[in-house]
């Protein structure tokens, strides 16, 4: 039997292996992905996102600030998707339209209309183009659930976001 002929088989299957790999780092590191190019593909679960992360006390806002003085908001620690559902829960719906009315115009681009839906009830509808006439609308929902007091957690809740151009 030659031995030399099986380290020549054995080397041949090491360079072919190490091509093999090779080729396929290759292939797999040039592979990238395309940004979305338009941001309002993301902007309504950016907005979901906001303000079901967004505590009261880090949104500093003339609104928010009066609302706090007049007891309407009582736990800062609230996120403002919290704070709106506490306010839905209690039925007081000049503070909930006020609240989602001034976080739409902060933080949606003014061009760009957007409307707030709770249990099928719109909260607020800021319209620059009506929806029938959109070129994109983009939607999110969840649910969600709130603690208004000790004892007493309200939900589960639908939350929806439309925003359209």
């Known amino acids: 039997m030659d031995k030399r002929g099986a380290y020549f088989f054995v080397i041949d299957a090491i360079i072919a ?11 797999f590191s040039t592979y990238s992905v ?3 190019s338009d941001p309002t593909v993301r902007a309504s679960e950016d ?18 600030s009066n609302m706090t003085l007049d007891g309407n908001i009582t736990r800062i620690d ?10 839905y829960y209690n039925g007081k719906q000049p503070q909930l339209e006020a609240l989602a009315l001034n ?10 209309s957007a409307v707030i839906v709770i249990n099928s009830t719109i909260i607020h509808n800021k319209t620059v183009t009506p929806m029938e006439r959109s070129k994109l609308l983009v939607s999110a ?13 309200f ?5 929806e976001v439309k925003i359209w151009v």
Do not use: C, H
Not at 141 to 153: D, Q
């Open 17 to 27: 292996g190490v091509v093999l790999v090779a080729g396929l780092m290759f292939i």
């Open 34 to 36: 395309k940004p979305e």
């Open 47 to 64: 907005f979901l996102l906001f303000i079901s992360s967004t505590k009261i006390r880090d949104y500093y806002n003339p609104v928010i």
């Open 78 to 87: 609230n996120t403002i998707l919290e704070q709106m559902m506490e306010f």
């Open 103 to 112: 976080v739409i115009n902060n933080v949606v681009s003014p061009e760009r």
């Open 141 to 153: 929902k969840r649910m969600s659930f709130t603690r208004i007091n000790e004892t007493l957690i």
């Open 155 to 159: 939900g589960p809740v639908w939350i």
